[in-house]
């Protein structure tokens, strides 16, 4: 069984450009959700989807924008980056069983100077 | 305003002995609690949670114990291990369903444990 996988692992923007993370689930997980961790603090959630459709989203801008597809991987985008943007971004797909019971990748380190 | 508390930045236990984490939270409409380990480099994992029905509950070495009234929920590691040298994250699951993979989480403990 293949785990969650994210890429890329790390990567450098510059302010005003845009990013996109990608996101593979883990086999037979149908929703996906996408957290920002910043230095020193915990996980904060962005948007989460449920067979492709975006069915809930925390306290991020439109510019923070998601996607997901038939086969459930996901990406991340991000336009006009700021330097607040600079955070690792982990992907978690879960299948529901287990309430709250979340399934992480190992992050994307995005670094905006 | 964070809603999810976890006060103690690091917590340094000897091994065989026990660690307790401690969380607190403000929102009384949360009804489900998580606890999540993260090692360096690696995505945080699932430990163990509780719902606000009851007020105990134990996976092995690891036991969740909610106080609604204080809103307050602790983790008992018993006996801790070297292994169990992480990060450890509370989270509470947004109120309203619907939307699981909402978690809200605190800023963490590292725990180390010390042979």
């Known amino acids: 069984e293949t785990g969650v996988t994210q890429s890329p692992t790390h990567l450098i923007k510059t302010r005003g450009q845009q990013v996109t993370l990608r996101c593979s689930s883990q086999s037979g997980h149908n929703t996906v959700s996408w957290y920002q961790q910043a230095l020193g603090q915990g996980p904060q959630f962005i948007f989460q989807?449920?067979?492709?459709?975006?069915?809930g989203r925390g306290n991020f801008p439109p510019r923070f924008s998601g996607l997901q597809f038939p086969n459930y991987s996901s990406e991340l985008n991000v336009n006009a980056l700021e330097l607040d943007d600079s955070a690792l971004y982990l992907c978690a797909s879960s299948d529901g069983r287990v309430p709250g019971e979340l399934f992480f990748g190992e992050g994307s380190r995005l670094t905006v100077l | 305003d964070q809603q999810v508390k976890q006060n103690s930045p690091s917590l340094s236990v000897q091994e065989g002995r026990i660690s307790i984490l401690n969380c607190d939270y403000t929102n009384s409409m949360f009804d489900y609690f998580l606890w999540y380990k993260k090692y360096p480099a690696e995505g945080p994992t699932f430990l163990i949670s509780i719902s606000s029905i009851k007020d105990k509950n134990e996976d092995g070495r690891f036991t969740v114990f909610l106080n609604k009234s204080a809103k307050h929920l602790s983790l008992h590691i018993v006996p801790s291990q070297p292994g169990d040298s992480a990060v450890y994250f509370c989270a509470a699951m947004h109120p309203g369903g619907g939307s699981q993979g909402n978690l809200i989480f605190g800023k963490g403990t590292k725990l180390s444990v010390k042979p």
């Open positions: 989807y449920y067979r492709e459709e975006e069915n």
